[in-house]
């Protein structure tokens, strides 16, 4: 039997799991959740008793759920080796995980939907989450761009010329930045790393306008490339 994940379009996190699963040439199955319709769907009671802290992804493989993004992705990469998304050097298994988890816990956690619902809920204007929004993006961003722009392990992707975890947790990061309609030029290490991972099927087929339940489409593709207006 495949696993399952349940896991929103927009959702960074669960982008990173299809990402990995996807590298990985795992089959799997997506069910989706909409974080925004009806309240939530992952606030009601019946994903709570799958995933008690109403967040996805969650994945399911047989009898056994995991959350959390980096925990299934580590998971993945304990029970297929092949292709390895970290190194084989502890020193350098450390520095991949550093530079992902500058990501996926210092950046996305301070943008993702239940911290922009909350600052609704404050009654703060649409424009100052913006201002909010791109702020911690670009304070991480620029974090991130001055660790890979001059090491010398950073090859063709964020760590030599195969893809790991960090371009894992960055592409999807760069999709919200891009959606934002933030400028991104001042992280060219960045871009280029995201332009060489989005030539791959892994991304691409992992990216939002290609799930079940999308409703949008592409950030990081211009409208004529995309066969919209002219």
């Known amino acids: 039997m495949k696993p399952k994940i349940y896991s929103y379009w927009r959702s960074s996190a669960a982008f990173r799991v299809r990402i990995a699963l996807n590298l990985k040439g795992m089959d799997y199955e997506i069910i989706p959740v909409h974080l925004l319709k009806n309240g939530g769907e992952q606030l009601t009671d019946s994903y709570g ?3 008690p802290n109403h967040l996805v992804p969650l994945l399911e493989d047989g009898d056994i759920q995991i959350h959390q993004s980096l925990a299934i992705i580590e998971y993945l990469e304990d029970i297929q080796a ?8 502890a020193l350098d298994r450390a ?20 911290v922009l619902r909350y600052l609704k809920k404050l009654d703060i204007n649409n424009e100052s989450r ?14 991130v761009e001055k660790q890979l722009g001059h090491d010398q392990r950073v090859g063709r992707y964020a760590y030599g010329d195969e893809p790991s975890l960090i371009d894992i947790c960055l592409v999807p990061q ?40 999308s409703e949008g489409s592409n ?8 066969g919209e207006g002219n």
């Not at 909010?132 to 620029?142: A, E, F, T």
Request: aromatic letters at 10%; proline letters at 10%.
């Open 49 to 51: 008793q799958k995933n």
């Open 82 to 89: 092949q292709p390895a998304l970290l190194p084989k050097s």
């Open 95 to 114: 520095w991949v995980r550093s530079i992902a988890l500058d990501i996926a816990c210092d950046i996305h956690p301070m943008n993702n939907v239940r």
């Open 130 to 143: 913006d201002i909010w929004y791109q702020h911690w993006i670009q304070l991480g961003l620029v974090s």
């Open 174 to 213: 760069l999709f919200n930045a891009l959606s934002s309609k933030m400028d991104i030029s001042p992280y060219p290490t960045l871009v280029r790393i995201f332009n060489e991972c989005m030539k791959l099927p892994a991304f691409k087929d992992a990216s939002w306008e290609q799930q079940i339940d």
């Open 219 to 226: 950030p990081a593709i211009p409208p004529q490339e995309k």
